[in-house]
């Protein structure tokens, strides 16, 4: 019986001893993760207290030299009125901000398409548009921009915001389709068959249904998505042919070709680039980290 017990009680320990060494083994874990995550915090604390410090100071000691330090806004104030990273960072959100809604709500409803709607080819539809994950994004640029500029005149998509958030929805949806789907499957079928009984339509099944249960999936995806045209430069220098209309990347970029030693001014507008996403990043962890073990255990 004793034998029994101990197998069910698997590892846990039975003992004092055995518990101060389980809690022993916790702190060590613990102190070696606090390590690692102290060395990847290391360099965005570097930037953010360069980012504070007179540029006298940044040419004569390290950000390390705690005895040194002589904070001011005066970096900043630069940045965002005498280099117009002020207006980069609206452009920014005016170009992030469509260009994660409009891939998140086509993905969503192609993927209940493919998941619970029974059309012919549907599977056939399915692998095509897994395939595109394997088309380098690099390859359409020129076809894509030729399409804007000389077939589309009209509509001068490149000069403003319509030629992105289309390239940025397009090469979005396949990996966004193929992630949603794969979560929507996953879905209880009594569940939709029994909303089915009821009269439900698909897009009433799809609003009051599969939406609020698939949250974790669908966040995750935006956060994705989110970060990835955040932080873009390859498509803003393609796609955005108006200067007055360039998101931080671009800005940023122009700040280190003409200021390449005003570490100052370089290091304020990098934290400006980074600090949304690091805010959209911890305040929606929890939704993230439950749509990466999405479907993981059903």
Excluded: C
Aim: zero cysteines.
């Amino acid at each position: 019986m004793s034998v029994l017990a101990e197998s069910l009680a698997g590892s846990r320990p039975r003992t004092p001893a055995g518990r101060a060494v389980a809690a022993l083994n916790h702190a060590v874990i613990h102190i070696v993760l606090g390590l690692i995550g102290l060395i990847w915090l290391v360099p965005t604390i570097g930037l953010l207290v360069t980012s504070f410090r007179p540029r006298s100071d940044i040419q004569a000691t390290g950000w390390w030299d705690i005895f040194e330090l002589h904070f001011t806004l005066d970096n900043y104030r630069q940045v965002l009125e005498a280099q117009g990273m002020l207006q980069a960072f609206m452009n920014t959100v005016f170009i992030a901000v469509p260009s994660t809604l409009l891939p998140l709500g086509i993905g969503a409803l192609a993927a209940y398409a493919f998941s619970w709607i029974r059309f012919p080819f549907r599977d056939t539809l399915f692998l095509i548009v897994t395939a595109f994950l394997l088309v380098p994004v690099q390859v359409a640029f020129i076809p894509l921009l030729t399409m804007s500029r000389d077939l589309l005149p009209d509509l001068q998509l490149t000069r403003g915001f319509g030629a992105i958030w289309l390239a940025h929805t397009a090469f979005a949806l396949p990996f966004g389709i193929f992630l949603l789907r794969n979560f929507f499957i996953t879905l209880p079928p009594d569940m939709i068959e029994a909303a089915r009984i009821d009269g439900a339509s698909d897009f009433r099944l799809f609003r009051t249904i599969v939406v609020p249960v698939s949250v974790p999936a669908i966040a995750a995806y935006g956060i994705f998505q989110f970060l990835w045209v955040w932080n873009d430069l390859l498509m803003a220098l393609v796609f955005v042919q108006d200067s007055s209309k360039v998101p931080m990347t671009r800005a940023i970029q122009n700040l280190l070709s003409q200021y390449g030693t005003e570490w100052h001014l370089l290091a304020a507008g990098a934290f400006l680039l980074m600090i949304v996403p690091l805010l959209v990043f911890f305040s929606l962890q929890r939704y993230f980290v439950q749509g990466l073990l999405a479907g993981s255990i059903k």
